[in-house]
């Protein structure tokens, strides 16, 4: 019975000793394993970084100034090209039937406008002859209208003389009466009179019609309109002309990148921008995009540095002091672009850039990993620390929470005021809580 009792006493303990391994084990494997890192001093600061392609400031606009079949098109967008460079060919054939028919054109309205002058030229002088015959017929009515008045004035001054004879010596006038020389001076006063007012209503009128055959023609629109045809027909004339000369053949007036080609084989020009040259001889600017939370840091005279694998330290420095002449917003709709000056035109449009803004940098005295920082609400900040406290098993590690204050925050760190050079808990196995019991993990 003793000896039972001494075997049940070894298995109970023998199986204490099991399950208390067992429930040591499960604990531990339920422990969060955490990694500490110590706050350290460092210069900190935003990067400003983005990507730019150097544009030309300037695109010319390829044009030919009429519709004509395009043959062949020689040039993509993008690519660069050399003054002289064939851009595309026209259909000569078509072409030369366009000039043919524009030669009719200009002769027909040529032929008209000679019969125009011919008639204008006959219209002057049937006006200058009427003018003429105007004049001649004012100086008429003028003459004869002064001959009558001083016909009838000498009328009325010899009934007067008449009557002043009679007055003085009536004896030589038998049988008539001073009622009846009175009379006559009325009737040669009133034909007088009569004459007068026909000779200033003759005259006013022969000088009305005068005046009004010298007012000046206006010019007879037809005929201006028939000029402005002419000419429009000449220039496009010479134009096909100058195209025949050249065989169709359309060249680059400079060096440059295609950026814009809008023919194609079959169709026709639109008589507009048919192909647009982005011309480095107009100058260099390089676009570069960013986000929007960058924002404040975009202002215009920024200095900007640029970066590239394929040009020497000397040949950017070619470049010149690079500053931020242009912030807007980006043509996509997502961020904003940047505008910067390259000074000469050694680079080819198309290059691509690795862009910076530069800004401030400040030092700080406790900076951790962004990993090792939490946040509790908006604004509200804190971090774990590494802490002991005693248990029923003993010592126990645990994670503390500690509340800081973000002094500044970057891409991989974080600055904080107060905190010390202490360390912070940066990785953990499972989600940590205030207190909760964490192991230390071993560095491999």
């Known amino acids: 019975m003793k000896q039972k009792l001494i075997k049940t006493a070894i298995v109970f303990l023998a199986l204490m000793v099991v399950f208390t391994i067992l429930s040591r084990v499960i604990y531990n494997l339920g422990t969060p394993k955490v990694m500490l890192e110590k706050a350290e001093a460092m210069e900190m600061g935003p990067n400003i970084k983005g990507s730019g392609v150097v544009e030309a400031k300037k695109e010319i606009p390829v044009m030919i100034g009429t519709q004509q079949l395009v043959k062949s098109v020689n040039v993509i967008e993008g690519q660069e090209i050399k003054e002289g460079d064939i851009l595309f060919e026209l259909d000569e054939a078509r072409l030369k039937k366009d000039t043919e028919r524009k030669e009719q054109e200009l002769k027909s309205i040529e032929q008209q406008i000679e019969a125009d002058a011919k008639a204008r030229e006959i219209s002057r002088q ?53 009622e009846e020389f009175e009379q006559k001076i009325q009737e040669k006063q009133s034909a007088y009179d009569m004459a007068v007012d026909m000779r200033e209503e003759n005259i006013y009128q022969a000088q009305k019609m005068l005046d009004s055959l010298n007012i000046p023609e206006v010019e007879q629109i037809p005929s201006i309109q028939m000029e402005m ?11 096909l002309k100058a195209l025949e000369e050249k065989k169709g053949k359309i060249i680059s007036p400079t ?5 814009q080609v809008n023919v194609r084989p079959g169709n026709m020009t639109s008589g507009m921008g048919d192909i647009f040259i982005a011309s480095a001889s107009e100058g260099l600017i390089l676009k570069g995009q960013f986000s929007e939370e960058q924002k404040e840091y975009l202002v ?36 904003l672009e940047v505008s910067v000056l390259l000074e000469g035109n050694t680079i080819p449009v198309g290059t691509v850039f690795n ?12 900076c951790v990993p962004l990993g ?8 509200k900040y ?16 645990v994670a503390r929470q500690v509340d800081v204050e973000v002094q500044y925050k970057g891409n991989r760190y974080a600055a904080l005021e107060g905190f010390g050079n202490g360390k912070v808990i940066v990785s953990s196995t499972k989600e940590l809580r205030n207190g909760g019991r964490v192991k230390l993990q071993e560095e491999q």
């Open 355 to 366: 862009m910076e803004i530069k800004t401030e940098k400040k030092k700080y005295s406790s």
């Open 229 to 239: 045809e002419r000419q429009t027909k000449e220039e496009e004339l010479n134009l």
């Open 382 to 397: 804190f971090v774990y620390v590494l802490d002991e406290k005693k248990s029923i098993l003993g010592d126990e590690q």
């Open 300 to 335: 215009i005279g920024k200095a900007v540095s640029i970066s590239s694998e394929m040009f020497s330290t000397k040949e950017l420095e070619q470049l010149g002091d690079l500053k931020i002449a242009a912030v807007g917003q980006s043509e996509t709709g997502m961020g």
């Open 255 to 259: 060096n440059g990148v295609i950026s």
């Open 126 to 178: 049937s006006r200058e002859l009427t003018i003429s015959q105007a004049e001649t017929d004012y100086q008429r009515t003028v003459a004869s209208g002064n001959e009558a008045v001083e016909e009838a004035a000498e009328d009325l001054e010899a009934a007067r003389e008449e009557y002043r004879s009679f007055m003085n010596n009536p004896e030589s006038y038998p049988g008539r009466t001073k």
């Open 372 to 379: 090792a920082l939490h946040q509790a609400e908006p604004g």
